[in-house]
């Protein structure tokens, strides 16, 4: 049973945008923190931002005033706008939920199936 479902991935040009979208069901997304991790080929997966229940964000230092995470509590759904995009943020994103405690050190009990992001010329 899928619970979490993410969009918005593609290819994209250096310094371009794109927004990834997830949506959860209603039980999952109303007391869980929401999180998007990362991982590139050959690297270990990461967390790239998370927001909590009551709205408090934090982010990792290389996407810290490039990118913004929001959840939108009416549509159940967490959005991650990525601006100036860099060759190196390629990877394939991944939504998650959980504890705030999950979700910030190794990933919450619920996954996305990710979606793909190229930044290439």
């Known amino acids: 049973q899928v619970q979490l479902v993410e969009s918005g991935g593609g290819l994209v040009q250096p310094g371009g945008s794109l927004r990834l979208s997830c949506a959860a069901s209603?039980?999952?997304?109303?007391?869980?923190?929401m999180g998007w991790y990362r991982q590139a080929p050959g690297k270990q997966r990461e967390l790239v931002a998370y927001v909590t229940s009551r709205g408090n964000t934090d982010y990792a230092d290389s996407v810290k005033g490039r990118f913004t995470i929001s959840r939108d509590n009416a549509k159940n759904t967490v959005y991650l706008q990525m601006n100036s995009l860099k060759p190196e943020d390629t990877a394939v994103y991944y939504c998650?939920?959980?504890?705030?405690?999950?979700?910030?050190?190794?990933?919450?009990?619920?996954w996305g199936q990710g979606t793909q992001v190229t930044v290439s010329s």
């Open positions: 998650n939920a959980g504890r705030a405690w999950q979700v910030i050190s190794n990933g919450g009990d619920y």
């Open positions: 209603r039980t999952i997304f109303s007391s869980n923190t």
